[in-house]
């Protein structure tokens, strides 16, 4: 036979795009449009429905930049249509090139119910089936003209992404507004080719099924009239039934295709728009759950739930009696989809504490899978924090983004720092946003790398970000593949159902120990500094609002100020989600952003303010509050005391210029540059500092990736610096020395103190630089094969050499508050209030092998923001020569959280909720349980990596210990002597006698 493969596919591809999906709606006629701008910011829909719109026909320009409008579209069904099913189809002046990220609508009756939400691929809007003819069609459409941020060419510096900035120049203009006749048959026909058009693309060409696929779309498409497809439709079904029907092979690969709509908290739009988007979302989700009974949809995040909740009861209301039929679920038990590399240990607790709280107490479920599609890398103390939530299993597919290494697994046990084992499943599919294509569900068997000892994986299906879900196409295609040969077998179900199956028939996976290192996006640990700033600030005034507090309602009986922590803390947990506190996001959230940081900080230090105060008592003498773990200066943590150690620190000149500090620990000499040429421990007797080189040195680096510029640092930023080493200005400034910069159009001036055995260095920038990066570099007379970075409840190891591409890659990587490197029996610490992201690099030279450590201060790229990060910023890092790991997990909290003094009473002396005898065990909340009982919870682990045996001393009588999960939820009896594994963590609830 001769082969005409070629032209069978491409007359498919013809006739299907000009002559049948045109004619699903065979007939129309134009509804009547007409539209009110609404003045500023959204309206309520009630305010809406009541203006006067103005007439508007098709091709007329509307929407400025972040507007909202209401359309009003009326008109009369024609009576020949009686029997019918008859359509709206509301073109907004979609791109339907992109199924999101642009304008959107939300439908609604004239008596204010949602109907469905309007997105470039999801544009009809069912009125009738049957029609009886002549009834009146009046709707009303809340269109949002959200501005096209990431564009083609992408990543292209705009103004449009701050309201403030915007401009007002319209940026759609009207499409199709129509009433149609909608004709079933021939969209099944649309939907049976599609399916078959494209699972034979992914078949081998010299394979049998190949050939029959193509044989049976050459039948119907003879038995199409193309003068009346509408006619012949059937017929053409009746040529493909045989193909449709035929069963997957028995090894077939099976897809659990889990409904979604993957929506970004904020990103290319505010936070606000957000609460838009979930609604629209959640109105056709809703909808298509109606009309479809296989169709399972899973929802993340319960900060969306709970805006609908609050702004949208109407669609509240159908969500909550969707999820009663089981098949619209909660998924992932987080506050939002946050990222996981920042967070710190408490705050990344209670996203589980709180997501999962609202599930139980909504809806009384209780999910077990963390659901994390796109979060930028996943640190290795999260497994034990979902354990310690009460859920075992993680799913994300954000690692297929690797740009070096191929992950090796997608079902496996991830392991993290202290040995807990999760279930993790990276959905082969390699998208959070499946469409149910061919060549997706191909690409799911292909790429699955377990098979032959695994089955199963899980496919997320439907547009995010404005797309408005799965669509009745994607549940049309998948009804098609359920059990069709040649492709893999795909069932709607919950993420619980999948997994259970995943696990049943794995019963030993393999094992990943460690963090999930994310190869890209590796400047989200440093983009839009004050967000970060923000974020860190707020994690430690929570721990000292929760920890006074506590402490005043137990001495004092001081009200605990539930409501407004559990607010505070759901505004720091949202301000987490993977494209704010990354700084991916547009000018507009991230200016938000700061002055809400500044809002939380404003509450929580009143909150603070009014526990010392109580705790304090009336007097003229200063009593010093130790919110930190560990004894600072003779006030135990936690407590607080009338006194406060001295110290001392003596400055002089140095000979060859520049200035020494001194005191009983530590001598530091900085030379006429400014720089830090010794630091040396007078304690070991050793210098920190290499040979030849100095330390606190910035280095610029020019800084423009090659994409995704407030996400990425290419690694060839390094090939070109420049060492800031000319000063301004290098003199004594009280008890420290004070250094000024600048370079290009910045400058810096940083302050160089000793407290103890610490070099705080504080560091200003006036930054106003372009596309560049700027490193606060440390050379340390260290050899180190590996160092520590902090991070939740634990720290992670990484290596300091390059020897396999996985280490090579991570040449930009995230701590919490302090990264160390050590040689036996010596190391040195870099403590910091604020900052996330580092290097470590070594040196061999003529005095061996150093290790230098750098922290990244600011980057300056011009998208999403184009401003970002311009203007002043203030760091503090501090160098702790000499530092064990327990040393510098204390410097760490000393550092981010200072010190408060109070003036109260002379003899007042507050004794701490609770004291711990060995230091390895640090305390990371005290606060009052949620239920409001009083009972006060107690939060701690094992810091160094070590066994630990401690002995925990309420300063207050306590009736029963009780062991808790994170949610507080009783898990066994509880002791105050505790033997604990290295970084195990545990929660005890003490009942007050
Ligand atoms: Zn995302």
Redesign the pocket.
């Known amino acids: 036979m001769h082969d005409d493969r070629n032209l069978v596919e491409a007359r498919l591809k013809r006739v299907l795009e000009e002559r049948i999906r045109p004619a699903v709606h065979p007939e129309s006629v134009p509804l009547d449009v007409a539209v009110w701008h609404a003045p500023g910011e959204p309206v309520p829909v009630a305010e809406g429905l009541a203006a006067t719109p103005e007439p508007i026909a098709p091709g007329a320009a509307w929407g400025a930049p972040w507007g909202t409008s209401w359309f009003t579209v009326t008109a009369t069904v024609p009576a020949e249509w009686a029997g019918r099913t008859v359509e709206a189809l509301l073109d907004l002046g979609f791109d339907a090139n992109m199924p999101g990220f642009q304008s959107e609508g939300l439908v609604y009756r004239p008596d204010g119910s949602p109907v469905k939400g309007l997105n470039p691929l999801n544009q009809w809007v069912r009125v009738g089936s049957p029609v009886e003819g002549g009834e009146r069609v009046r709707l009303h459409v809340e269109a949002a003209s959200n501005p096209v941020i990431l564009g083609v060419p992408p990543f292209q510096p705009t103004q449009l992404g701050d309201k403030e900035t915007a401009g007002t120049a319209p940026l759609y203009r009207l499409g199709r507004m129509d009433l149609a006749v909608f004709d079933e048959t021939v969209w099944q026909l649309v939907m049976d080719l599609e399916v078959l058009g494209e699972l034979m693309a992914e078949l081998p060409a010299d394979g049998t099924r190949r050939w029959e696929l193509l044989r049976a779309v050459e039948r119907a498409l003879d038995a199409v009239d193309l003068q009346d497809v509408n006619g012949t439709a059937a017929a053409a079904r009746a040529e493909l039934t045989g193909v449709l029907s035929s069963p997957a092979v028995p090894s077939a690969h099976r897809i659990s295709a889990v409904g979604h709509a993957?929506i970004?908290s904020a990103?290319l739009w505010p936070l606000r728009e957000t609460v838009r988007k979930v609604a629209r979302t959640a109105s056709n989700m809703t909808a298509l759950l109606e009309d479809e009974p296989d169709f399972v949809f899973a929802m993340s995040q319960a900060q969306q739930w709970a805006w609908i909740k609050e702004h949208r009861p109407e669609v509240w209301a159908r969500v909550v009696k969707a999820v009663a039929t089981g098949r619209f679920v909660p998924a992932g038990g987080m506050w939002v989809?946050s990222d996981t590399n920042m967070p710190g240990s408490e705050a990344m607790a209670r996203q589980f504490v709180h997501g999962k709280r609202f599930f139980i107490d909504e809806f009384g479920i209780d999910n077990e899978e963390a659901w994390l599609?796109?979060t930028f890398g996943f640190a290795a103390g999260l497994p034990q924090i979902i354990r310690a939530a009460g859920s075992k299993r993680l799913l994300t597919q954000k690692i297929s983004w690797s740009q070096t290494n191929t992950f090796p697994h997608h079902t496996f046990l991830w392991e993290g720092l202290d040995g807990t084992r999760i279930f993790t499943h990276f959905p082969p599919v390699d998208t959070y946003n499946c469409s149910m294509s061919g060549r997706e569900l191909a690409h799911a068997e292909r790429n699955f790398k377990d098979k032959g000892a695994a089955r199963h994986s899980l496919a997320p299906t439907g547009w995010?970000?404005g797309g408005g879900g799965t669509t009745r196409e994607m549940v049309a295609k998948a009804a098609r593949v359920r059990d069709l040969e040649g492709s893999p077998a795909v069932t709607w179900e919950t993420p619980a159902d999948f997994f259970a199956k995943a696990e049943a028939e794995y019963p030993n996976p393999p094992v990943w120990v460690g963090e999930l290192y994310l190869e890209l996006h590796r400047a989200t640990l440093t983009s839009q500094a004050k967000t970060k700033q923000g974020n860190r600030r707020s994690e430690s005034l929570l721990r000292e609002a929760e920890l006074w507090a506590a402490t005043a309602a137990v001495r004092t009986g001081a009200p605990y100020p539930y409501e407004q922590l559990d607010r505070l803390w759901k505004t720091v947990l949202l301000h987490q989600f993977?494209?704010i506190l990354p700084g991916s996001s547009i000018a507009w959230v991230h200016r938000e952003a700061r002055r809400t940081y500044e809002r939380v900080a404003e509450e929580l230090n009143g909150i603070i303010d009014a526990a010392q105060r109580a705790l304090a008592g009336d007097g003229d003498r200063t009593v010093v509050f130790n919110g930190a773990p560990h004894t600072r200066h003779g006030v135990p943590g936690g407590g607080a005391r009338a006194v406060s150690g001295v110290r001392w620190t003596e400055a002089r000149d140095r000979d060859g210029g520049g200035f020494v500090l001194e005191n009983d620990l530590l001598r530091v000499e900085i030379d006429a540059r400014g720089l830090v040429v010794s630091a040396y421990d007078l304690t070991a007797g050793r210098e920190t500092v290499p040979p030849g080189q100095a330390a606190n040195l910035l280095q610029l680096h020019p800084d423009f990736p090659n994409k995704w510029d407030a996400w990425d640092v290419d690694e060839f930023y390094r090939n070109t610096v420049t060492d800031l080493t000319e000063a301004d200005e290098v003199s004594l400034d009280g008890g420290g020395v004070r250094v000024r910069r600048s370079f290009g159009s910045s400058t810096v001036t940083q302050v160089l103190t000793l407290d103890g055995g610490r070099l705080d260095i504080l560091t200003e920038v006036d930054w106003h630089e372009t596309e560049k990066f700027l490193k606060l570099a440390f050379p340390l007379d260290v050899r180190a094969d590996r160092y520590a970075s902090e991070s939740q409840y634990g720290h992670t190891f990484r290596a300091t050499h390059t020897n396999t591409s996985w280490e090579a890659a991570k040449f930009e990587a995230c701590n919490h508050r302090f990264v160390h490197v050590e040689e036996p029996g010596w190391g040195v610490a870099l403590v910091t209030d604020s900052t996330y992201g580092h290097d470590v690099t070594r040196t061999v030279g003529d005095s061996g092998t150093t290790t230098t450590l750098r922290v990244s201060l600011l980057r300056a790229p011009r998208f999403p923001d184009p401003e970002t990060d311009q203007g002043a910023h203030r760091f503090r890092h501090a160098l702790v020569p000499g530092a064990t790991i327990g040393d510098a997990v204390r410097e760490g909290y000393f550092v981010n959280l200072p010190e408060r003094p109070v003036t109260g009473a002379g003899a007042a002396e507050v004794e701490p909720l609770i004291m711990v005898d060995d230091d390895a065990v640090v305390v990371t909340a005290v606060k009052l349980a949620d239920d409001g009982s009083g009972d006060v919870i107690v939060r701690f682990h094992e810091s160094r990596g070590g066994r630990a045996r401690a002995t925990l001393t309420p300063g207050f009588p306590v009736a029963e210990v009780v062991a808790t999960d994170l949610l507080e939820r009783p898990t066994g009896e509880g002791t105050l002597s505790v033997s604990l594994r290295p970084f195990e963590l545990v929660t005890l609830r003490l009942k007050r006698a």
Do not use: A, L, R, T
């Open positions: 993957h970004d990103w989809e599609p796109d995010g970000d993977h494209d």
